[in-house]
Nanobody, 133 residues
Framework: EVQLVQSEGGLVQRGGSLRLSCASS????????MYWVRQAPGKGLEWVSS????????YYADVVKGRFTISRDNDKNTAYLQMNSLEPEDTAVYYC??????????????????????????WGQGTQVTVSS
C-alpha cells in the first residue's frame, strides 16, 4: 500500500522557518518525481515545488523561489520542504504528492509545474502551516 506520511506543521512568526518532511512507503520512492502543493483557506490548490527522481532538478513557484528549498533522501524514502522567510501569505495546508507515473514529471513543462489534481498520484495527509504577522 502506497503511503505518504507528513510531519506536523505548526505556528511560526513572520520571517521564521519550518521544515516539512514526507516519508513514503509501498513504492520505489527513487523512481518518482515528488511535488509539494498547498491550499490556503478558501482557495484552490497551488503548486509550490517539484523535484526529480534523483534530486538533480528542482522547480519552484515564483512566490516561493529563493525562500523554499525542496530536497529528497532516496535512502530514507523521504522528501523535504525547507521553508525560510515565511510570510502570512504562506499560511496553508501543505501536501506532498507523488507523480502518478514513474520517471515522469507529469505536471511539469518548461521549467514550471502545476498542481496535480486531487485524485491524481498519491497524496500525503496534509500539514497545516500558519504564519503569524
Amino acid at each position: 500500500e502506497v503511503q505518504l506520511v507528513q510531519s506536523e506543521g505548526g505556528l511560526v512568526q513572520r520571517g521564521g522557518s519550518l521544515r516539512l518532511s514526507c516519508a513514503s512507503s509501498g513504492f520505489v520512492f527513487s523512481s518518482y518525481w515528488m511535488y509539494w502543493v498547498r491550499q490556503a483557506p478558501g482557495k484552490g490548490l497551488e503548486w509550490v515545488s517539484s523535484i526529480s527522481v534523483r534530486g538533480g532538478t528542482e522547480y519552484y513557484a515564483d512566490v516561493v523561489k529563493g525562500r523554499f528549498t525542496i530536497s529528497r533522501d532516496n535512502d530514507k524514502n523521504t522528501a523535504y520542504l525547507q521553508m525560510n522567510s515565511l510570510e502570512p501569505e504562506d499560511t496553508a495546508v501543505y501536501y506532498c504528492v507523488r507523480d502518478p507515473a514513474a520517471y515522469k514529471a507529469t505536471y511539469c513543462t518548461g521549467g514550471s509545474c502545476s498542481s496535480p489534481p486531487r485524485g491524481s498520484g498519491y497524496w500525503g495527509q496534509g500539514t497545516q502551516v500558519t504564519v503569524s504577522s
